[in-house]
């Protein structure tokens, strides 16, 4: 069992770059297999999500070469196998492969989806997008079979009841080499559509409207190689910022798109955060007096629900009482307990978590039960006094790229222990 220990007080300077974004990766990744030839990624983050992803290309018969950030894929051996099992269940991303496998074969055998417990994480709108393109769907013991009567998947007019990233991002995947035009309504917003459907265009494909809320995909025979550099990852951005507002002497986060970003950013200044938008960075300064807000997450452009967790120390820095309210994920509070146990004034009441600040939080022992909750709890064990065991680490080492590396960098007493 593998945990991080933290002691925690020092002050953190200097300069810490953004990796590229967890969840397109997760998606670009599974999308090259419908490629007729070699594709290779820049700007690949070094977390276990994509180790599994690799891992799952390898599997079914494709091959690929990992050199630090750069990552190329040749998908042309790619099988039409199960894959019901093992690595496919450990992320959430896993269900990319629908849409990619059907888009292929025709045909997809694929166990259900892993990944962060934030409550109940229905995929049926993925379900409906794929039967509206011609496909049946069965259940197998822990595995889904999906599959056309032949046919290459048709286009279809789909109108999505929920805004979805999973659902908008697997139709568009699915439909790349379908038969006709497929419009998507209500699609998700986020960049990550955007990144998914620059790679799918650079490789052949027409899909317009990526980054609104209707996508036309125009379907084709096929899809070609190309290289593709992958957007900076939002969430690590501001994670880091929140970390930097939180405990910080002056830290630069680069390669940051401030656009990607504003709604978080609002938000901090509401809070009394100072800090100055450079061309791909952000400086933030130390920080006083901040004043406690209300925090509500929305789909893209709003307040992500990613970064609910992560902001959530900063907030207990501040002063006065103020809430948090996620209209995405209202399951997503494992981190409060945890932040109790530190010491912060914080719980879940009526779907809502509420917290009293100023905060002086101390080291404690605590788990990591969910990516972003390991954020926070990350962020918090930097500025607690005393020291902080965090367990339960794989899952911040799924999406945060070098996240020792990094923090060590800005002067932080952080460290992997393999127990
Ligand atoms: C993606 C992100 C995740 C982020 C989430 C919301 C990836 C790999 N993960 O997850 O980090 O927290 O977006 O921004 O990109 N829903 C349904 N039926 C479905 C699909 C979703 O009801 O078929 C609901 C969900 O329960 C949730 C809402 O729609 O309440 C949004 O979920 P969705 O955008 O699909 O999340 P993911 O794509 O799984």
Known sequence: MRKIIINGGKLLKGEVAVSGAKNSVVALIPAIILADDVVTLDGVPAISDVDSLIDIIE???????????????????????????GKINSLRASYYFYGSLLGRYGRAIVGLPGGCDLGPRPIDLHLKAFEAMGASISYETDAMRLATDGQPLHGAHIYMDTVSVGATINTMIAAAKAKGRTIIEN?????EIIDVATLLNNMGAHIRGAG?????IDGVEKLHGTRHQVIPDRIEAGTYIAMAAAIGQGIRVTNVLYEHLESFIA???????????EEDAIFVEKQDNLKAVTVRTS???????????PITPLLLKAEGRGSIIDTIYEKRVNHVPELARMGADISVLGGQIVYQGPNKL?????????????????????MAQG??????????????SNIIEKLTALGADI?????
């Not at 938000?267 to 938008?277: A, D």
């Not at 789909?299 to 967790?309: C, M, V, W």
Request: hydrophobic letters at 40%; proline letters at 7%.
């Open 267 to 277: 938000k901090l200044e509401e809070m009394g955060v100072r800090m100055t938008v």
């Open 187 to 191: 699609a998700a917003r986020e960049p």
């Open 387 to 400: 020291q902080t065991e965090i367990t339960s680490i794989e899952y911040i080492l799924r999406g945060y």
């Open 299 to 309: 789909p893209y452009p709003g307040l992500a629900t990613d970064l609910q967790q």
């Open 415 to 419: 460290q992997l222990l393999e127990a």
């Open 362 to 382: 101390v080291g404690a022992p605590v788990k990591a039960t969910d990516l972003r909750a390991g954020a926070a709890l990350v962020i918090a064990g930097l």
């Open 212 to 216: 609104t809320d209707i996508i036309t």
């Open 59 to 85: 599997l079914m018969g494709g091959s690929v070469k990992r050199d630090g950030e750069t990552l190329e894929i040749d998908p042309r051996g790619v099988k039409d196998m199960p894959m019901p099992f």
